[in-house]
């Protein structure tokens, strides 16, 4: 990449920008017509392109290097593949952790709940003021009430 005064920005690197909207225009064009850059631009425009299979496989066979990115890209789609399948996988075993994580909670909180409930009997069993048994058990006034209704109707 070069400043407005054409010196390079710096030794390290080079960016180049090809604008491939251009390059697509000349789909369909003969291959040998083609320049290399136009070539590389059609083939990762197209490469996985059903419809265009027959051009990109001619493109592919005019240029070694094209050859060898041909390669490359197969690998790296059987790569995606894997990659689809292994994501696939964590997923399901997220799945599968959150719902044991939020099952046992669940199953926590019932017990607390049974807990606090078995606890509100046993001080209602020995008198003990509706707003204390709310206060020390957490369970709404509500709550202790149908306790009370329950616990006495049994007596």
Excluded at 76 to 101: F, G, H, P, T
Excluded at 117 to 122: D, P
Aim: aromatic share 8%; with cysteine; net charge negative.
């Amino acid at each position: 990449m070069k400043d407005q005064s054409g010196s390079a920005l710096t030794d390290r690197q080079n960016i180049i920008f090809i604008d491939l909207q251009t390059i697509r225009n000349k789909l369909g064009t003969p291959i040998k017509e083609l320049m290399p850059i136009e070539k590389w631009g059609l083939f990762f425009s197209y490469v996985d392109n059903e419809e265009y299979a027959d051009y990109i496989s001619e493109l592919v066979r005019s240029d070694k290097g094209i050859m060898v990115a041909e390669k490359i890209v197969k690998r790296m789609s059987e790569a995606d593949d894997n990659w689809y399948v292994q994501n696939s996988l964590y997923k399901a075993e997220c799945d599968r952790n959150s719902i044991e994580y939020y099952a046992e909670k669940k199953g926590l909180e019932k017990g607390v709940q049974q807990q606090a409930e078995e606890t509100a009997v046993k001080m209602l069993s020995k008198k003990f003021p509706v707003s204390e048994i709310v206060e020390l058990t957490g369970l709404s006034r509500d709550q202790v009430l149908k306790l009370q209704k329950t616990h006495t109707d049994k007596a």
